[in-house]
């Protein structure tokens, strides 16, 4: 019986990481997720999994502590899905943003280049990199303009990754991913931020919501769809950049409009919009060609921006009923 396939995951506690972690395990892999210290745990999105994958100490801004999993562990496939990825806080912490999101990927492809430079990498790319956007929709080949220093910092992890597969022959991919949302959201991103406060202000936990810009638009999708085209693109015979998008866009308005149409509320009544909420530098409208994914892939999105919203309301209306 040949081997099951064994794969790291970075940034495991984090949205992507435990739907994808979930969908390596359906898919029989020995999944290794890498964890950094912390005095309390986060393992609320991984708790009920927990028992079936190995969690391993490691942190993107420690080169050795990357070197010793792999070595340790001897992965055949790397995600890195770990980064500072909360745009807002790009402004306020930007050496660390870019020491995570962007020096961090040369670190891990620098120890997979020297314990074992056959492991098949995927980088956690973003829309967020063609941020004033020079064509739409954005595809593969649109330059970038980044407006954020998250967004610089991606850009970097995304040159570096074609770079250890241009200098190297590695197999590193990465996946150019449109905002892609679900119940496991952070709560501070505005879309989980929404279905949050409209579940609380229906239950009577609060009575509005501050936001910031509404007008901006987002093409998005549902985080459990887009990690299949994580795994996808590392099991193609040649590595590649790939667009992984709805190519449907909406307002963060039409979010409101739905989440709290969905629980029989008029949006309009309890938003505040708050003027320390609007960024520095905004990225307006985002929406993506993914038809190189559905070409190569055969990957398409499942879920909707209507379904999600409502999935989303709905998993909030449970959470904070069991909270009451
Ligand atoms: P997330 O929920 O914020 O998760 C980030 C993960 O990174 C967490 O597990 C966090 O660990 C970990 N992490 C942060 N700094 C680290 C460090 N120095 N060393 C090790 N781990 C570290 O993000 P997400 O939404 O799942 O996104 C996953 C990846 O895709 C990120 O790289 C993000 O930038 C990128 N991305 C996301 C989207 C999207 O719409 N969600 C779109 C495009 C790209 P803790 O739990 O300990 O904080
Ligand atoms: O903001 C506007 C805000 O923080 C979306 C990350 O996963 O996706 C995410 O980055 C829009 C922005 O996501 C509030 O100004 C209004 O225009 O949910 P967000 P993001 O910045 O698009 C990309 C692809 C990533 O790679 C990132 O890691 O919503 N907005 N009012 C607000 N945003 C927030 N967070 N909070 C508000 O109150």
Not at 130 to 143: A, C, D, I, S, Y
Request: glycine content about 8%; proline content about 5%; overall charge negative.
């Amino acid at each position: 019986m040949s081997q099951p396939k064994r794969a790291l995951v970075t940034g495991v506690t984090g949205q992507d990481g435990s739907y994808l972690a979930e969908f390596l395990l359906g898919q029989g892999y020995d999944v290794l997720g890498m964890v950094r210290r912390s005095s309390t745990l986060n393992f609320e999105r991984i708790h009920h999994f927990q028992d079936r994958i190995t969690l391993v100490p490691g942190d993107l801004l420690d080169q050795v502590s990357l070197i010793d999993v792999l070595r340790e562990h001897r992965p055949t496939e790397v995600y890195n899905l770990a980064a500072q990825s909360f745009v807002p806080t790009s402004w306020s912490q930007p050496v660390l943003t870019g020491e995570a999101t962007a020096l961090g990927v040369t670190r891990i492809l620098d120890a997979i280049r020297i314990v074992d430079p056959d492991i098949r990498f995927y980088q956690a790319s973003s829309s967020e990199m063609f941020g004033k956007v020079r064509e739409t929709p954005q595809n593969e080949l649109t330059p970038f303009y980044p407006r954020s220093p998250y967004g610089v910092a991606k850009v970097y992890g995304h040159w570096i990754t074609i770079n250890y597969r241009e200098s190297y022959g590695m197999h590193a991919s990465s996946g150019i991913l449109f905002n892609h949302e679900s119940e496991r959201r952070g709560l501070e991103f505005v879309t989980r931020k929404i279905s949050h406060g409209a579940a609380r202000i229906k239950l009577g936990q609060a009575k509005e919501l501050r936001l910031g810009n509404l007008d901006a638009e987002r093409d998005w999708g549902y985080a459990p769809d887009y990690v299949r085209a994580m795994w996808l693109m590392v099991q193609q015979d040649e590595p590649g950049d790939f667009v992984v998008a709805t190519g449907k866009r909406h307002s963060v308005r039409e979010f409101c409009e739905l989440a709290f149409g969905h629980v029989g509320l008029d949006y309009r009544e309890y938003l505040v919009q708050d003027p320390r909420l609007i960024r520095p530098a905004e990225v307006d409208t985002l929406v993506g060609d993914a038809s190189k994914a559905a070409r190569v892939l055969g990957w398409a999105p499942e879920v909707g921006f209507e379904e999600l919203a409502v999935r989303m309301v709905e998993a909030d209306l449970r959470l904070l009923a069991t909270n009451q």
